[in-house]
Nanobody, 124 residues
Framework: QVQLVESGGGLVQAGGSLRLSCAVS????????MGWFRQAPGKEREFVAA????????NVADFVKGRFTISRDNGKNTVYLQIDSLKPEDTAVYYC?????????????????WGQGTQVTVSS
């Protein structure tokens, strides 16, 4: 059984930063590709970024524009999403996801496991 637990969300002013964490249980974390998605109120879930199991390959959404950085620590079974220069439009629930096949694309349906999400709210 694989469980993903996100943390690090909160209320922050525009221009601030947050680092989201996703702790993964299970002995095979290092073999999973990991991704981050977000869902704003009234909108569909959208892809943010993903990283290969080795951490050497990443895939990011166009809107990231250098403000978001995905990283992972396989020794801690954790993947991170650093978000800088936060904007009110970044307000959303952020989810991490794991894929056992190594897929690191934008199709949310392809991921095998999901966390419960962490709320990020950015005030103007």
């Amino acid at each position: 059984q694989v469980q993903l637990v996100e943390s690090g969300g909160g209320l922050v002013q525009a221009g601030g930063s947050l680092r989201l964490s996703c702790a993964v249980s299970g002995r095979t974390f290092s073999s999973y590709a990991m991704g981050w998605f977000r869902q704003a109120p009234g909108k569909e879930r959208e892809f943010v970024a993903a990283m290969s199991w080795s951490g050497t390959r990443t895939n990011v959404a166009d809107f990231v524009k250098g403000r978001f950085t995905i990283s992972r620590d396989n020794g801690k079974n954790t993947v991170y999403l650093q978000i800088d220069s936060l904007k009110p439009e970044d307000t959303a629930v952020y989810y991490c996801a794991a894929d056992a096949t190594g897929y690191r694309g934008s199709d949310s349906g392809a991921y095998d496991y999901w966390g419960q999400g962490t709320q990020v709210t950015v005030s103007s």
